[in-house]
């Protein structure tokens, strides 16, 4: 019986990750529950899972102290934007097995949250991560050629940046895969996401960034691959469903039985599989600069993504402004020489009102 605090709780992650457990009473219990804001659905959530006032709270302070004084195995950590970070680094240091689906938080804090990390300790949520978790088992890490990352394309695969500059926040939201919060389907949209994800696999998984690769799946039946040095190449495949990956985040390695269907061979299947345009879509560039650049630059990165998103949902800027705002304000940046959590948010707070005062301008 594993003992589960669900961060973000109200959200998709978390929602589905309830069902999972609801689906399993044999194998979890819920510790905690931490909401964002919706107190109501966390109130139905707590009666249902018997979870008592004091372990099912709201917002990203109270998931630490939560987290510090609850007896639990897992944490998943489902919360969106960087407010993540203090919740990863207490699950860390409680000794917890974190169930990452916030990749912010692993991006802004870098080597802050790898250090705390003990094998094996952070197991990703995220579909291409877990892929990629999956696909590794086939090999040592030392015949690892590369890693290869699915992108469903978004709503605007194969547009120009003139195409681009006229999308409304309606069409970014219109996801053709996946049903996600307002921030995550933006990022899909401008590939900040995949971005993003490209640091997080060189975190995870301790590969080079020239070794890691994206491609256009618009199917998302391929999750993502590993390319071994023998030519070889291991993929994960499964209908877009997010539930397999949370509750392998749960039960790691192990699995469950019945979590999602599997593709169906007695039907006939068509996958495609494209290059990603890197001059269209800069957020890709942007991504591997401030991943190699390290520091708090993809602190910086993010931070300035989460207020520009915000911003272009507001109707202050266009939808190609979002990666010109990211690319300003990157090249504004001048870090600290040591990385802390301190320096983390110091930079996270400079980009957000970098980021603010530059579509003030616009």
């Given amino acids: 019986m594993k003992r589960i605090i669900v961060l973000g709780s109200t959200g998709s992650i978390g929602t589905q990750a309830l069902e999972i457990i609801a689906s399993n009473p044999d194998k979890f219990e819920v510790a905690g529950l931490v909401a964002n804001r919706n107190s109501e659905l966390l109130d139905q959530q707590a009666k249902k899972f018997g979870v008592s006032q004091e372990k099912a709270v709201i917002g990203a302070d109270a998931a630490v102290e939560l987290i510090e004084n609850t007896e639990a195995d897992v944490v998943l950590n489902g ?59 086939s090999g040592n890490r030392s015949e690892v050629a590369k890693l290869i990352i699915t992108a469903s394309g978004g709503p605007f695969r194969g547009f120009t940046k003139e195409q681009l500059a006229q999308v409304t926040p309606a069409q970014a939201l219109k996801h053709p895969t996946w049903n996600m ?7 899909s949209a401008t590939m900040v996401n995949k971005g993003l994800e490209i640091i997080e696999a060189h ?28 030519g070889s190449i291991i993929a994960q495949c499964s209908p877009p469903d997010m539930k397999l990956p949370i509750a392998l985040g749960l039960t790691w390695p192990d699995r469950i039985d019945a979590v999602s269907p599997p593709v169906d061979f007695t039907k006939s299947h068509s996958w495609q599989f494209d290059p990603l345009d890197e001059e269209v879509f800069i957020a890709i560039r942007l991504a591997r600069q401030v991943g190699k650049a390290g520091s708090t630059y993809p602190a910086v990165y993010n931070a300035a993504n989460e207020e520009a998103v915000e911003a272009f949902h507001e109707g202050k800027i266009g939808f190609t402004a979002i990666t010109e705002i990211i690319e300003a304000v990157i090249e504004r940046h001048q870090p600290q020489s040591e990385l802390t959590l301190q320096s983390v948010l110091a930079a996270e707070s400079w980009a957000r009102e970098t980021a603010n005062n530059l579509t003030a301008k616009r």
């Fill in 181 to 187: 919060g307002k921030v995550v389907t933006t990022n």
């Fill in 79 to 137: 919360i969106t934007g960087s407010v993540g970070l203090k919740p990863t680094i207490a699950a860390l240091k409680t000794g917890k097995r974190l169930a990452l689906a916030n990749k912010e938080s692993l991006i802004v804090g870098g080597h802050l949250v790898t250090a705390l990390a003990a094998p094996g300790q952070i197991v990703p949520v995220d579909s291409e991560h877990s892929a990629l978790a999956q696909c590794l088992l």
């Fill in 203 to 230: 975190l995870l998984f301790g590969v080079p960034f020239d070794q890691i690769a994206v491609t256009v799946h618009p199917q998302s039946v391929v999750h993502s691959m590993v390319e071994f040095i023998d």
